[in-house]
């Protein structure tokens, strides 16, 4: 039987990955609950009600907790915060024996990255002590109060202010796209600090709790009925400078990690994500189904558009090794992790496709008796998020040609001139 | 290609790159049109010095991997081929060097031996005359007759075929599938060139009218027949997609420069956003292309389980990303890309041929279909 390893745990041997391996194998069975595969299916689905959403929060604050008693949270996070220390191929096989096992799925992003990574990179000792365990045990669940209802992609463009009075900070403004902000406990805020300086150089990055006065929490419907997005209005929140993460001014410098960390999301090494998980898009399996479940399995056509799904899918994961490996080795630019996040939206939106088109007329009016087909219409029509959420295609297309492949940048006209004159469009949502 | 080639296999890829440069240039692969084998015979010995066809071969038989992984050795010897479009039997020579080592008869390892040196060469005739050219499908005859076996049928396209002095034939025997390994100059054997996209890469239909061969031509290994010839048309297909990688590498780098070079209205062809997209694209097929080539490659090595599925997505993938990458490449030049003085057409060329070798792309979607369907159909 393998030693109950808490935070304060002080081996001083680096455990081998098999040993490792086995011990996380034994203590998963032990204790974790088996799930269906089709439980981690589908793009924001409507599938659940607040109740259920609420209790598989609980449920995760506790797994989470769990693993951290087992010595099995943050694998890859430093001892000192009570992480492991142990290496990305120790991530990875316990990604692997996760595989058909409850996890923590709601502490992995954004908690634990890109938010408790930016800690890490930029937070004090103090900021470290603070929250990097207090996440690890399951106590503090994490957004990004990054993206603004003034536009998603320029992200740099952030309109919602911070005025330092005294020894404190006074945010206004709104922040949007957060998933499941209404059960969740700190948000990790860039605001703008400045306007009288180009947009890039008058950021800072704050940490806020979510629940407090002045953070109003309004959750945005879906066209499918789902409500887990969230809009947040921020009324005079005061924020302590004791917790401002990086230079005042110099919230660019952590925005363009946290981004980083953001597109690394399915490679890195501070995330758990079941080996072969499909990334809450759909996968061939649930393809496999749907063909069952409209009696078209054995079809020449059903195969083929089954072995495309698969094959886009194996490509992916490949990919994303290759991806993660060659960052890690210096072989590829850190920026290549936008490589990935273009092939995971293209072809995610592909494999939605195939799966409508396999689903046939359910995919238009299904009843509950349709099996794995009647959710196909409804995932079809939110197909586009895969390609939206994370950063957009568009943007990953734009790093990757001028961060990758070194092609000229786009002229920016907002450069080098103060934030306060940039043109700005009429407010959308606010 | 390899991401973390050991140091060895480093000075492998590099010894052929440099091989390649000095004697296959564009210029002498565009000399090369007319030219019936498509290479000078010198050159295809002194490739086989440099191991062209011995990686897959045992030490015992006198051949030997770098690093212990066989087939990812061989990857970047098929990689260099691409990124040269050089020109040489090397998948057919390799599929046949290595199902002889594993026969082990001594008559097959003094034709291994004449492999191993350059001095000849051999062809696998598996694919068959449409409408038997779909994935899989073997009309052509191995049957018993006395203590003798009769070929009967017609193969095509055979990849240097007809300049092999050995062919491996794979046929229907009764039930099961066979394999014999003849000479090509045998009694009612009939070779006939075929014109190809590629321009130095040679195929030809061999006709099998009564072909007599003694019970030893037999090619027999450890395994079932059946999974044999699904072990060589892995390897087969998995050096292709190496090597149209390494010609996809090669187009998109060609492209890249010349999108940079390249000014209109004033501006480089790089600086404009829609191109700068399309870019994007092909690089995220191109990193793509290179992950599963080597996971089908590293599968092969391993032995691994889920190797049918990943050779099958490898090609699935690379026929359809490969030529759709070149193709942009050439749309990206624009007139100048559909010229003949142009090199862009030699890689081109090569994925083109590549892509519709060994079975399409629709063929390789519906195998990795089918392997899904029938693992899970039941869960």
């Not at chain 1, 890195?268 to 393809?287: E, F, R």
């Not at chain 1, 054995?298 to 991806?323: D, F, H």
């Not at chain 2, 991997?65 to 691409?82: K, M, N, P, R, Y």
Request: glycine share 10%.
């Amino acid at each position: 039987v393998s030693p109950q390893r808490g935070a304060d745990a002080s081996t001083d041997v680096t455990e081998d990955v098999e040993s490792f391996r086995l011990r996380a194998r034994e203590w998963i069975r032990a204790n974790l609950r088996t799930v269906p595969p089709e439980a981690t299916v589908g793009t924001l689905r409507n599938d659940r009600t607040d109740e259920e959403e609420l209790a598989g929060v609980a449920r995760n604050r506790e797994v989470q907790r769990m693993l951290f008693d087992a010595g099995l949270a943050g694998i890859c996070f430093p001892r000192e915060y009570g992480g492991q220390g142990l290496t990305p191929a120790h991530q990875r096989a316990f990604n692997e024996e996760v595989v058909g096992y409850e996890y923590p799925s709601r502490f992995q992003a954004p908690t634990l990255s890109p938010c408790a990574a930016v800690i890490l990179d930029f937070g004090t000792e103090e900021q470290k002590q603070r929250h990097i365990p207090a996440i690890l045990k399951g106590e503090e669940l994490w957004m990004q109060f990054l993206s603004e209802p003034s536009g998603g992609s320029d992200v740099a463009g952030a309109l919602t202010s911070a005025v330092q009075e005294g020894d404190d900070w006074v945010l206004n403004g709104s922040k949007v796209w957060t998933t499941g902000a209404w059960w969740s406990d700190w948000g990790l805020c860039l605001a703008r600090t400045n306007w009288d300086v180009p947009k890039h150089r008058g950021l800072t990055v704050f940490m806020l709790p979510i629940r407090q006065e002045g953070v109003d929490v309004h959750r945005i419907e879906m066209l499918n009925g789902s409500k887990e997005f969230c809009q947040e209005f921020l009324t005079d929140v005061r924020v302590p400078d004791s917790d401002r993460i990086g230079d005042i001014d110099g919230g660019w410098a952590v925005g363009t990690r946290w981004m980083f960390h953001e597109r690394m999301l399915y490679n890195s090494p501070l995330v758990t994500v079941p080996t072969g998980s499909s990334h809450g898009g759909l996968d061939a399996a649930t393809l496999v189904k749907v063909a069952r479940d409209t009696g078209r399995l054995e079809t020449p056509e059903a195969s083929e558009l089954i072995g495309e799904a698969r094959t886009l899918e194996l490509v992916k994961e490949r990919l994303n090794e290759r991806l993660g490996r060659g960052m890690m080795a210096g072989k590829l630019s850190d920026q290549a992790a936008a490589i990935g996040r273009l092939f995971h939206g293209v072809s995610a939106s592909r494999i939605s496709t195939i799966a409508f088109e396999l689903a046939g007329s359910i995919g238009a009016a299904w009843s509950d008796e349709d099996g794995a087909a009647k959710h196909a219409g409804e995932d079809f029509l939110m197909r586009q998020a895969s390609s939206i959420g994370g950063g957009t295609t568009e943007i990953a297309r734009n790093v990757i040609s001028e961060r990758v492949l070194g092609m000229p940048r786009e002229r920016a006209m907002d450069r080098d001139i103060p934030f306060r004159d940039v043109p700005r469009g009429a407010p959308t949502r606010s | 290609m390899l991401l973390t080639p050991t140091a060895d296999q480093e000075v492998l890829r590099a010894t052929t790159a440099r091989f390649l440069d000095d004697r296959m240039s564009v210029d002498v692969v565009r000399s090369l049109r007319d030219d019936p084998t498509g290479y000078p015979a010198d050159y295809w010995t002194q490739g086989a010095e440099l191991g062209w066809a011995a990686l897959l071969v045992s030490e015992d038989n006198g051949g030997g991997t770098v690093s212990g992984f066989a087939v990812q050795d061989l990857s970047l010897i098929a990689h260099e081929f691409g990124t040269h479009a050089a020109p040489g039997p090397l998948v057919p020579v390799n599929v046949v060097a290595r199902a002889l080592d594993a026969s082990g008869s001594a008559g097959h390892l003094e034709v291994l031996g004449e492999l191993l040196s350059g001095s000849a060469t051999a062809a696998w005739c598996y694919g068959e005359a449409a409408p038997h050219d779909r994935l899989g499908d073997i009309e052509v005859s191995i049957r018993g007759d006395g203590s003798d076996l009769v070929i009967d049928g017609v193969k095509r396209p055979v990849e240097g075929g007809a300049d092999a002095a050995y062919l491996l034939v794979t046929g229907r025997s009764g039930a099961g599938l066979s394999q014999v390994l003849i000479r090509s100059d045998a009694p009612g054997v009939t070779v006939r060139r075929l014109s190809s996209a590629d321009l130095t890469r040679r195929f030809a239909e061999i006709t099998f009218d009564q072909v007599r061969v003694p019970a030893d031509a037999v090619v027999e290994t450890r395994i079932d027949p059946a999974d044999q010839v699904a072990r060589q048309l892995h390897l087969a297909l998995a050096l292709h997609a190496a090597e149209s990688v390494g010609a996809m590498q090669r187009a998109f780098d060609m492209t890249q420069a010349w999108a940079a070079d390249r000014y209109s209205f004033g501006r480089a062809l790089a600086s404009y956003q829609a191109i700068k997209h399309r870019f994007a694209d092909m690089a995220s097929w191109l990193e793509g292309g290179h992950a599963i080539s080597d996971a089908a490659i590293t599968a092969i090595d391993a032995d691994a389980p889920e190797t049918d599925e990943l050779v099958h997505a490898a090609a699935a993938f690379i026929g359809d990303y490969g030529t759709e990458l070149l193709q942009e490449c050439v749309q990206l030049h624009g007139g100048i890309g559909v010229t003949f003085e142009h090199d862009l057409h030699l890689f081109l060329r090569r994925v083109t041929v590549n892509r519709a070798s060994y079975g399409t792309p629709a063929q390789h979607r519906r195998k990795v279909g089918e392997l899904n369907t029938q693992r899970r159909d039941t869960a």
